[in-house]
T-cell receptor, first 112, second 113 residues
Framework: AQSVTQLDSQVPVFEEAPVELRCNYSSSVSVYLFWYVQYPNQGLQLLLKYLSGSTLVKGINGFEAEFNKSQTSFHLRKPSVHISDTAEYFC??????????FGSGTKLNVKP | GAVVSQHPSWVICKSGTSVKIECRSLDFQATTMFWYRQFPKQSLMLMATSNEGSKATYEQGVEKDKFLINHASLTLSTLTVTSAHPEDSSFYICSSRQGETQYFGPGTRLLVL
């Protein structure tokens, strides 16, 4: 079965520092990859997605992610975070059986 | 991206009553919508897939008689929590897929007293 692993449940970081949120998935076939952000008491907002093409994907709010097929990873990065980036981030995979799988989420806490 | 709305955003009800949550796709027609449940500090759990004009497909362990889903039109799916109990208190989120991408509603917080 498909699985999505976000190893870090919480990531504390100071404002203006860089951050990387890790995501690994298990699959031997092609997948589509997504990162979503969830602010408190809100639904999920699409940050970025990888469907095909360039492995470096740029999203909203200055985030980017790199698809690494050999390491089955899709880590999310931002070179300089803001207080407003404090939220929970979910990695997701759509596999070739047309089913979405979510990671357990990483809570990003940006400190002043 | 596509816009999905949910109503209500908050609902508090007494134990034993039924609650209906609406999910609308505002700018595209959705033959399929998804209903998720999210417990505090946890990821989303897919409850069911709502299909326009036909019966919903429920995930294993989800009671279809407890969580009634109706997808009567291409823009509206409803989830009714019947005879709600305190353990049904949760955050319910719907989504719709456009191509390969899922777009989520803002969620409905249900509190059953």
């Amino acid at each position: 079965a498909q699985s999505v692993t976000q190893l870090d449940s919480q990531v504390p970081v100071f404002e203006e520092a860089p951050v990387e949120l890790r995501c690994n998935y298990s699959s031997s076939v092609s997948v589509y990859l997504f990162w979503y952000v969830q602010y408190p008491n809100q639904g999920l907002q699409l940050l970025l997605k990888y469907l095909s093409g360039s492995t470096l994907v740029k999203g909203i709010n200055g985030f980017e992610a790199e698809f690494n097929k050999s390491q089955t990873s899709f880590h999310l990065r931002k070179p300089s975070v803001h207080i407003s980036d404090t939220a929970e981030y979910f990695c997701a995979v759509l596999n070739n059986f047309n089913k979405f799988y979510f990671g357990s989420g990483t809570k990003l806490n940006v400190k002043p | 991206g596509a816009v999905v709305s949910q109503h209500p955003s908050w609902v508090i009800c007494k134990s034993g009553t039924s609650v209906k949550i609406e999910c609308r796709s505002l700018d595209f027609q959705a033959t399929t919508m998804f209903w998720y449940r999210q417990f505090p500090k946890q990821s989303l759990m897919l409850m069911a897939t709502s299909n326009e004009g036909s019966k919903a497909t429920y995930e294993q362990g989800v009671e279809k008689d407890k969580f009634l889903i109706n997808h009567a039109s291409l823009t509206l799916s409803t989830l009714t929590v019947t005879s709600a109990h305190p353990e049904d208190s949760s955050f319910y989120i719907c989504s719709s897929r456009q191509g390969e991408t899922q777009y989520f509603g803002p969620g409905t917080r249900l509190l059953v007293l």
